[in-house]
């Protein structure tokens, strides 16, 4: 075994996945994890650890996996997240605890986030259980939403004994876990609905349809349902566009649309309704995660897509792993190019994307060289359909219903970062909701202190 280099992990073969929607990746089998596991040296000041937004003792299951304890490894795991086989899926570990590992030194860093997905789904299978509660201690705290945010919020207070309950908009929770991420990167019922039970198992209830600021206010929440403080985790849902002509035009959707059709709606399958424009030539315009997503199921729909990204592969603000998987399955990336103008056929619909070439000038403010248009580069990309992934705010529905809670000229929630405490005391918040589109573990990992914070306060009151 080659300890400089990761166990590689098994996936579905390009062509076949690309007419699919089921899971790319398979994960480890034990007798991989064992040996990826083996590559771990337990360092005693584990870099690994400051890299993880919700601290897990990294050294301490992966030290469990190495001897083949997996019952044991899911226990130190589980004391630390209740989404383990979400975060071992989707999370940027390249960014966080691998980015840190110390074997990425002189080689590639210990498959941290393979081995935390391997245990989670050991412990679904064998039916290990989590840690149990508190006895009940009779506070009792809302939570709005029903993403990572919210559900390790929830889960954290209710392992403290807390009476909780969230509310959510739609009528599935899960956020962006349930309509935004792909079936073939996180299956909902096998691995999404799986955590959210671990979650209501503590205790949690979780009441769908129920949209706070228009049901009920967070005032109200507080004023007459009797509870003591409200945690808000209600994300960034509020799509962005470009503002050129032709942006009304049929086959113009947002990728949160198109993907809630495909996701939550489940359009993709042939037993249900929902109605989804599929299209023949797609362009995605963006190069995040939402539109490697969104690019994706537009191919797995069976069209031909184009990625249009302003800048170069460098900048691409995706996943490495997600930009790897999407040309191996045939998307096309038109870089250095930006999109001016929408052209629509005789009834209304797209016939046409143009387009300009860009080149890098200095760096802007991000530090990212600015894209700066070449002159005379126009040209028409011969699309039907386009699909703009430019990011996302959150909705002011809450903040402009709530009396005394503080937003910046994002719209984004105004909370201290250590503990979620917002302007109005009682009211906490985090995740999208706070900093703009993010990551799943900094929402848990923002769920999880205000959690802290929440119980200081119902229990010092
Ligand atoms: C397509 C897509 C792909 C992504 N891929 C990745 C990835 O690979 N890795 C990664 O780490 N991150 C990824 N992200 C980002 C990540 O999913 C988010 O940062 C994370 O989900 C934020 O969690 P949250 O709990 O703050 O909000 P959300 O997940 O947005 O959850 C908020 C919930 O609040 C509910 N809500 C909103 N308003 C109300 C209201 N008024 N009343 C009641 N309920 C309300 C919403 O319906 C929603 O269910 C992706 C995002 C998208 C859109
Ligand atoms: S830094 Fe790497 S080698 Fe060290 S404990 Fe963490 S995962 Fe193991």
Not at 117 to 137: G, I, M
Not at 195 to 209: A, H, M, P, R, S
Not at 360 to 382: H, K, M, T
């Amino acid at each position: 075994m080659d300890m400089f280099k990761k166990v590689p992990v098994r996936e579905q073969d390009p062509k076949v996945r690309a007419t699919n929607f089921e899971e790319v990746c398979y994960g480890y089998n034990k007798e991989e994890a064992v040996q990826e596991a083996q590559r771990c040296i337990g360092c005693k000041n584990a870099k690994c650890i400051e890299g993880c937004p919700v601290s897990i003792d990294i050294p301490g299951f992966i030290g469990k996996v190495k001897t083949g304890e997996i019952e044991e490894a899911y226990k130190i795991l589980s004391q630390y997240t209740s989404l383990p086989a979400t975060c071992g899926r989707v999370c940027p570990q390249e960014n966080q605890c691998e980015g840190r590992c110390v074997r990425g030194i002189k080689g590639e860093a210990v498959s941290i986030g393979k081995l935390e997905r391997f245990v989670a789904d050991a412990a679904a299978e064998n039916n290990y259980s989590q840690q149990a509660p508190a006895p009940s201690n009779g506070h009792k705290i809302a939570i709005v939403g029903s993403g990572p945010a919210g559900l390790a919020c929830a889960g954290e207070l209710a392992r403290m004994g807390c009476d909780v309950t969230i509310f959510e908009a739609l009528h599935e929770p899960g956020g962006v876990l349930r309509y935004g991420i792909p079936e073939f990167r996180l299956p909902k019922q096998r691995i999404v609905a799986r955590e959210i039970n671990n979650v209501t198992d503590l205790g949690v209830k979780i009441e769908t349809n129920v949209v706070i600021g228009k049901a009920v206010t967070v005032d109200q929440l507080i004023d007459e349902e009797g509870f003591e403080a409200v945690f808000i985790g209600s994300g960034a849902g509020l799509p962005k566009f470009m503002g050129i002509d032709g942006e009304n035009a049929n086959g113009v959707f947002s990728a949160n649309e198109y993907l809630t059709r495909n996701n939550l709606m489940s359009a993709y399958r042939d037993e249900y309704d929902t109605p989804i424009h599929g299209g023949k030539k797609v362009a995605v315009v963006g190069g995040g995660n939402v539109a490697m997503d969104a690019a994706r199921t537009a191919l797995r729909l069976g069209a031909e897509v184009h990625i249009v990204y302003r800048r170069s592969e460098a900048e691409l603000p995706a996943r490495v792993e997600e930009v790897h998987h999407a040309k191996e399955e045939g998307i096309i990336f038109d870089l250095l190019t930006n999109p001016v103008k929408i052209y629509e056929d005789e009834n209304g619909w797209v016939s046409g994307l143009e387009c300009v070439r860009m080149e890098l000038g200095e760096p802007d403010e991000s530090g990212r060289r600015r894209p700066q248009e070449i002159p005379g580069s126009n040209f028409v990309l011969d699309v039907d359909t386009v699909i703009m992934s430019l990011g996302t705010s959150p909705n002011p529905l809450i903040s402009s219903t709530t009396k005394g809670l503080e937003v910046n000229k994002w719209k984004c929630i105004v909370a201290d970062e250590e503990n979620g405490k917002t302007t109005k005391e009682g009211v906490y918040a985090g995740g999208d909701a706070v900093t703009g589109a993010a990551t799943v573990i900094l929402a848990m990992g923002a769920g999880k202190h205000a959690a802290h914070a929440i119980y200081d306060y119902v229990t010092n009151k």
